[in-house]
């Protein structure tokens, strides 16, 4: 079981350098039901490894030429302040136990991952009927985009937060069909706003969780690989076929996850 979690490892890597996202939607999973760890851990591991992976894809990107650097620092200005706040203050917050509905108890760990996983539905069936669209001028409008993208970098900051996603599904339709940034723009820039959304979110976890550095270091290693073979295939592959097929691949995990948390709450 260990050398299949360390083999999908890379496949996080592989999707972020690919389409600029996705990464997250696998972390928490594989640290989850691969690597035996709690949701709690997972989302805050998932925070660090996806951040870290970004920021090598980002900087790969922007010499390149495809990081849109006034954008990013736009939306980080509301989601990195959302999800510092969410994971320091608010997290720690959140009982073990919630509710009852009868005899079924309802627990931090099952929500989360409940919430996940739809998460996952959602962004699989985007990402499944996603038509391509031709881009505007984004920096033409840059002004009047601006509250759209505050208020997605709030929406982006609290999913990171909550569920140590960070928010690529997200940022690439709302950059390419919101904000109008032409696609391979959109996935640069998406690397640089999840790597600030991932690493400020896991500094806002220090002092509260024991990290076991050494295991990071090694998934967090192995995820980069994983980003530097995605950026070449992406170049070999169109942005289509690839969301689709990793659309479906994701529906299928959010299903799962979904069975997996009624069935065998963690």
Not at 2 to 31: K, W
Not at 77 to 101: A, E, M, N, Q
């Amino acid at each position: 079981m260990e050398i299949i979690a360390y083999i999908a490892s890379v496949f996080i890597g592989i999707s972020l350098g690919m389409i600029g996202g996705g990464g997250s939607i696998l972390t928490v999973p594989v640290l989850v039901y691969l690597f035996g760890m709690s949701p709690l851990v997972s989302t805050s591991y998932s925070l660090f490894i996806v951040g870290s992976t970004s920021l090598v894809g980002a900087y790969s990107n922007y010499r390149r030429g495809t990081v849109k650097i006034k954008t990013a620092l736009l939306f980080g200005s509301t989601s990195i302040t959302t999800v510092f706040l969410t994971r320091k203050f608010l997290i720690p917050l959140i009982p073990h136990d919630l509710f009852s509905i009868g005899a079924f108890r309802v627990t931090e760990p099952l929500l989360t991952m409940m919430l996940f996983a739809v998460l996952m539905l959602a962004a699989s069936v985007g990402m499944i009927k996603s038509k391509e669209r031709e881009p505007g001028c984004m920096e033409c409008d840059l002004k009047g985009n601006v509250i759209r993208m505050l208020l997605s970098g709030v929406g982006i900051g609290l999913t990171t937060g909550f569920l140590g996603a960070g928010g690529g599904f997200l940022l690439i339709p709302t950059l390419v069909l919101v904000l109008g940034v032409p696609m391979k723009e959109a996935v640069g820039t998406s690397l640089l706003i999840i790597a600030l959304n991932s690493l400020i979110g896991f500094a806002g976890d220090l002092g509260h969780l024991v990290i076991d550095w050494i295991f990071l270091f090694k998934i967090t290693g192995i995820a980069v690989a994983g980003i530097l073979i995605g950026s070449i295939l992406a170049k070999r592959v169109s942005a289509g076929s690839l969301k689709k097929g990793f659309g479906w691949f994701v529906l299928a995990m959010g299903i799962y996850v979904i069975w997996h948390s009624i069935f065998f709450p963690v």
